[in-house]
Every structure is written in structure tokens, then in C-alpha cells.
């Protein structure tokens, strides 16, 4: 019984087609929450695939309702050495972006694991069955090889609906923080390394709000000859209203959304962040000036106009339309709250003429981050080392956004991720896909980190405590 032991078993697992067969099983369900048909589909995933595997190591597992969304219920599982042990709580969700099978290259369907060469295809290998079948299986090898004592508890929260915002889920971690969800550390796996070969933590993530700006000044379109120059035009009162919030650089004009500035630990981490390799290159002076792109991109807020439209774009005619319409996303650091966003576009579209033009806020996801300096952090920075002989990257917080804040806020949690995926994984695209070396290395980081936590005396670790 040993730790290299348990890191070898789980490579065993891998090499064995063992775990391909079992992420095909899980890439078959067709887990789509955007979908109100496939609610009977989501609770088959967790009663059927996941349940049972959970009960043979020794978890007790509930599916619980949604306090929000009936058709997207949670899966509880705890794991319940003795009362007074610590707690983790891990983390992953069970449902899947669309599969729109019709845009997948030929010879490959989203609901089949197909391999080529050293790549496994499929909706949901990166985002997010394969992520957290690997902790699963790494967990069973550490409970496996310590012949069923970890020393700790372990419960975990299996979401259906993180493709749709997380409905109810801040809800029920509230609810639950004190029953089915108490623990003391999360470590959750989602999103991707920085690269490939390279494992990766980061501590939170951005928070996103979707707004709409909308101008409505008449009904139906006028003449453009005999209205032009009399009448305002909605689609140029929409284009300069952008204009007023973002510059011709990509750099926000609101005040009220804009950070305070980038601490000091945060561009420390980042200053070790290798820029992107995986899709296009960066445009030159765009964005933030005075920033790296890491931090424009990781420590900064940005404002993206997602779509917008006037008149009829596939079919204009020489007329004056009567209304416009953009479809926007602010991305945000800690600092801001989501509640905030709308009055603060209201109230500078006010102070610069733009009173015509209508904000709605509709979508809020808030910004989160764990403190670089927690004794969690460099803890599982070198447990992760160990294993896999590399130094790790550490992100502050993912550039994108998750469901961190339920865990963070709702729960109290210090919250550690280590994702098992990659910039070009082709995720919420067709064709996801992932590296099965790096689904393996996967698997070994995750044994040793189960493994350390087992042998670790006091949680959280003191100061200079390493695995």
C-alpha cells in the first residue's frame, strides 16, 4: 500500500481501456439541459451511470430536487468515514452543451467516443464527464489501495444544469451548507490547463453578466431618400451608444465597470502563464492598454458585443429601420457585483445622451477568486509536482466563469480546481475532444492528490506542510 501504488493503478485503469469503455457509456447519454425533453435523460444519467459506481465504494447517494429548476435535480453523494473527520467536497456536472450532430466532421457523432490517433471525440470527453469521471476513478484507486480508509469524508455534487446558468444551485448550497453539502475544502475539475503538458490550479473564475441594448424609436422603416437626415437612425444610435462603452481598442469607457487596479500576487502568478498557442493570435493593441494579454485576459473586465442587428440584414432595403438591437456580455473580476451591472450602464448612457437606448441585464453569474496566499493553494501547487514531475501553473481565477461563487459564498469553502482539459479542446463546439495522454497524467495527479490528502494530518496544511 503506497502512494505510487495508488498513482500506478489509476494509469493501470487507463491503459487497461478501462476507463475509454466507461467515458463512451457516459458520452452515449444524451445529457442536453437546454432541452426540456431531456430531463428524464439528466436523471438516468445520475441514477443509472453514476449512482451505482458511487455505491460500491461506499457512498450514500440522494438525488435531490432543484429548488429552482424541477428538471435540472442534483445528485448528492456523501461518503461517511467517521463524524468529526474533515470534509471535501467535490465537483462536476452531468449535463452537456447541444450536440448539433450536423456540424461534426464527417466520421464523427457527439454522442459516440470515437478515437483517432491519440485523440478521443465526443460531446462531454472535456466538458465535463470526462473531468470528473477521472476523479471518480482516481478516487476509487486511492480508496482501493488504502484498503477503504481515506481518513476523511468525501461528498459529491453532481449538477444538471451548468450548460444553463446552474439554476438553483447557489440556492441549494445555501440551503445545504450545514446538511447534505457541510465540508471543510472543494476541489472541483472544469475548464482547461494553460497547456496540454502542463497541470494547472486556478482559485475562481469571472464572472459574466449578458445584457441587451435595445433601441426602439417608430414603427416599421421609412424612406431613405425623403426621411435621411430628419430621422433618427436606430442601428447608429446603438452603434455610437457601444462606442461610448467600449473603445475603438476593445478598453471599457464605464467607470463603474472597471477594476481598481490588479494586485500584486495575482500579476505574480500570471508573470508564469505562457501565452496561448492554441487559436488565433491575438490582435495587436487591442484591448487594456498598459496590460499583458494574460492580464487583459485573466485579472481584467471585458464588454463583447455577441450579436446585433438592424433593419434586415439578409435583405436590406433603401429604408430607415425603426429599431435596433445588441446582444452584449460583460466578463468580470472580483470587485463588481453582477447586481451591479445594469444601473451601471444605465447611468452612463444617461450622463452621455443615450436615454433612448434600453439596458437589460438578463443572465449573472458573480466573480470569484480564493486568495493566492491560502495554505490550500501552494499545498496541492505541490502535490500536483510531485506527481507528475512538472512544475504547475497557477491561475488566480479562469477567464471564463463557473459556478464558483455557490461554492466560495453559498458554502464558506477555500475552493481549489484542477481541470483535466486544454485550450483546444473544442469545447461547447463540435468536434470536443481530448488528448488521451492527458486524460492518463490526469488520472495519476488526481490518485496522488486523493493519496496526500489521506496522509495529511491537520487540515487545512500549515505553512510548509507538503505532500
Same mark, same amino acid.
Given at each position: 500500500?503506497?502512494?505510487q501504488?495508488?498513482?500506478?493503478?489509476?494509469?493501470?485503469?487507463?491503459?487497461?481501456?478501462?476507463?475509454?469503455?466507461e467515458?463512451?457509456?457516459?458520452?452515449?447519454?444524451?445529457?442536453?439541459?437546454?432541452?426540456?425533453?431531456?430531463e428524464?435523460?439528466?436523471?438516468?444519467?445520475?441514477?443509472?451511470?453514476?449512482?451505482?459506481?458511487l455505491?460500491?465504494?461506499?457512498?450514500?447517494?440522494?438525488?435531490?430536487?432543484?429548488?429552482?429548476?424541477?428538471?435540472h435535480?442534483?445528485?448528492?453523494?456523501?461518503?461517511t468515514?467517521?463524524?468529526?473527520?474533515?470534509?471535501?467536497?467535490?465537483?462536476?456536472?452531468?449535463?452537456?452543451?447541444?450536440?448539433?450532430?450536423?456540424?461534426?466532421?464527417? #466520421? $464523427?457523432? *457527439?454522442?459516440?467516443?470515437?478515437? +483517432?490517433?491519440? !485523440?478521443?471525440?465526443?460531446?462531454?470527453? &472535456?466538458d465535463?464527464? @470526462?473531468?470528473?469521471?477521472?476523479?471518480?476513478?482516481?478516487?476509487?484507486?486511492?480508496?482501493?489501495?488504502?484498503?477503504?480508509?481515506?481518513?476523511?469524508?468525501?461528498?459529491?455534487?453532481?449538477?444538471?444544469?451548468?450548460?444553463?446558468?446552474?439554476?438553483?444551485l447557489?440556492?441549494?448550497?445555501?440551503?445545504?451548507?450545514?446538511?447534505?453539502?457541510?465540508?471543510?475544502?472543494?476541489?472541483?475539475?472544469?475548464?482547461?490547463?494553460?497547456?496540454?503538458?502542463?497541470?494547472?490550479v486556478?482559485?475562481?473564475?469571472?464572472?459574466?453578466?449578458n445584457?441587451?441594448?435595445?433601441?426602439?424609436?417608430?414603427?416599421?422603416?421609412?424612406?431613405?431618400?425623403?426621411?435621411?437626415?430628419?430621422?433618427?437612425?436606430?442601428?447608429?444610435?446603438?452603434?455610437?451608444?457601444?462606442?461610448?462603452?467600449?473603445?475603438?481598442?476593445?478598453?471599457?469607457?464605464?467607470? #463603474? $465597470?472597471? *477594476?481598481a487596479?490588479?494586485?500584486? +500576487?495575482?500579476? !505574480?502568478?500570471?508573470?508564469?502563464?505562457? &501565452?496561448?498557442?492554441? @487559436?488565433?493570435?491575438?490582435?495587436?493593441?487591442?484591448?487594456?492598454?498598459?496590460l499583458?494579454?494574460?492580464?487583459?485576459?485573466?485579472?481584467?473586465?471585458?464588454?463583447?458585443?455577441?450579436?446585433?442587428?438592424?433593419?434586415?440584414?439578409?435583405?436590406?432595403?433603401?429604408?430607415?429601420?425603426?429599431?435596433?438591437?445588441?446582444?452584449?456580455?460583460?466578463?468580470?473580476?472580483?470587485?463588481?457585483?453582477?447586481s451591479?451591472?445594469?444601473?451601471?450602464?444605465?447611468?452612463?448612457?444617461?450622463?452621455?445622451?443615450?436615454?433612448?437606448?434600453?439596458?437589460?441585464?438578463?443572465?449573472?453569474?458573480?466573480?470569484?477568486?480564493?486568495?493566492?496566499?491560502?495554505?490550500?493553494?501552494?499545498?496541492?501547487?505541490?502535490?500536483?509536482?510531485?506527481?507528475?514531475?512538472?512544475?504547475?501553473a497557477?491561475?488566480?481565477?479562469?477567464?471564463?466563469?463557473?459556478p464558483?461563487?455557490?461554492?466560495?459564498?453559498?458554502?464558506?469553502?477555500?475552493?481549489v480546481?484542477?481541470?483535466?482539459?486544454?485550450?483546444?479542446?473544442?469545447?461547447?463546439?463540435?468536434?470536443?475532444?481530448?488528448?488521451?495522454?492527458?486524460?492518463?497524467d490526469?488520472?495519476?495527479?488526481?490518485?496522488?492528490?486523493?493519496?496526500?490528502?489521506?496522509?495529511?494530518?491537520?487540515?487545512?496544511?500549515?505553512?510548509?506542510?507538503?505532500?
Amino acid at each position: 500500500m503506497s502512494r505510487q501504488d495508488a498513482i500506478d493503478s489509476a494509469a493501470h485503469h487507463f491503459d487497461s481501456g478501462a476507463f475509454r469503455e466507461e467515458l463512451a457509456r457516459l458520452v452515449a447519454v444524451p445529457t442536453e439541459s437546454h432541452d426540456p425533453d431531456r430531463e428524464p435523460v439528466l436523471r438516468t444519467y445520475l441514477a443509472e451511470e453514476i449512482a451505482p459506481r458511487l455505491g460500491r465504494i461506499g457512498f450514500e447517494v440522494e438525488i435531490a430536487d432543484n429548488p429552482v429548476s424541477a428538471r435540472h435535480p442534483f445528485l448528492v453523494a456523501r461518503r461517511t468515514e467517521a463524524e468529526g473527520l474533515p470534509t471535501l467536497l467535490t465537483y462536476g456536472h452531468a449535463d452537456v452543451q447541444p450536440g448539433h450532430p450536423d456540424r461534426w466532421r464527417a #466520421g $464523427l457523432d *457527439p454522442w459516440r467516443l470515437t478515437v +483517432e490517433g491519440s !485523440r478521443w471525440y465526443g460531446r462531454g470527453v &472535456a466538458d465535463n464527464k @470526462g473531468q470528473h469521471l477521472v476523479n471518480l476513478v482516481a478516487l476509487e484507486q486511492v480508496v482501493e489501495e488504502r484498503r477503504g480508509r481515506l481518513g476523511y469524508n468525501v461528498v459529491l455534487l453532481l449538477e444538471t444544469g451548468e450548460e444553463v446558468g446552474s439554476p438553483g444551485l447557489a440556492e441549494f448550497c445555501e440551503q445545504q451548507r450545514d446538511g447534505l453539502l457541510a465540508a471543510d475544502l472543494l476541489i472541483g475539475s472544469d475548464g482547461p490547463r494553460v497547456a496540454q503538458d502542463r497541470p494547472t490550479v486556478f482559485l475562481g473564475s469571472r464572472g459574466a453578466v449578458n445584457f441587451t441594448l435595445g433601441v426602439r424609436l417608430r414603427e416599421g422603416s421609412h424612406h431613405s431618400g425623403n426621411w435621411g437626415g430628419l430621422l433618427r437612425n436606430p442601428g447608429t444610435v446603438l452603434a455610437n451608444a457601444i462606442a461610448c462603452l467600449v473603445d475603438e481598442r476593445g478598453a471599457i469607457r464605464v467607470d #463603474g $465597470l472597471r *477594476p481598481a487596479g490588479i494586485p500584486d +500576487e495575482v500579476r !505574480r502568478a500570471l508573470a508564469d502563464i505562457p &501565452a496561448g498557442t492554441d @487559436g488565433p493570435t491575438p490582435d495587436p493593441g487591442w484591448g487594456e492598454p498598459g496590460l499583458t494579454p494574460n492580464e487583459r485576459l485573466f485579472a481584467w473586465n471585458t464588454i463583447e458585443v455577441l450579436a446585433m442587428t438592424t433593419g434586415q440584414p439578409d435583405a436590406p432595403t433603401n429604408a430607415i429601420p425603426g429599431s435596433a438591437r445588441a446582444h452584449c456580455q460583460l466578463r468580470f473580476v472580483v470587485g463588481l457585483e453582477s447586481s451591479e451591472v445594469e444601473r451601471a450602464l444605465r447611468k452612463h448612457l444617461d450622463e452621455h445622451g443615450f436615454d433612448m437606448v434600453e439596458v437589460t441585464a438578463d443572465y449573472g453569474m458573480e466573480a470569484s477568486r480564493l486568495d493566492p496566499g491560502n495554505p490550500w493553494v501552494r499545498w496541492t501547487l505541490d502535490s500536483l509536482e510531485r506527481t507528475s514531475g512538472t512544475s504547475p501553473a497557477l491561475l488566480p481565477n479562469l477567464a471564463g466563469s463557473l459556478p464558483n461563487a455557490a461554492f466560495s459564498r453559498g458554502l464558506g469553502l477555500p475552493t481549489v480546481w484542477v481541470p483535466h482539459s486544454y485550450p483546444g479542446c473544442s469545447q461547447h463546439a463540435p468536434d470536443e475532444h481530448l488528448p488521451a495522454g492527458l486524460v492518463r497524467d490526469s488520472l495519476r495527479v488526481m490518485a496522488g492528490l486523493f493519496w496526500d490528502l489521506a496522509e495529511l494530518g491537520a487540515w487545512p496544511p500549515a505553512d510548509g506542510n507538503a505532500p
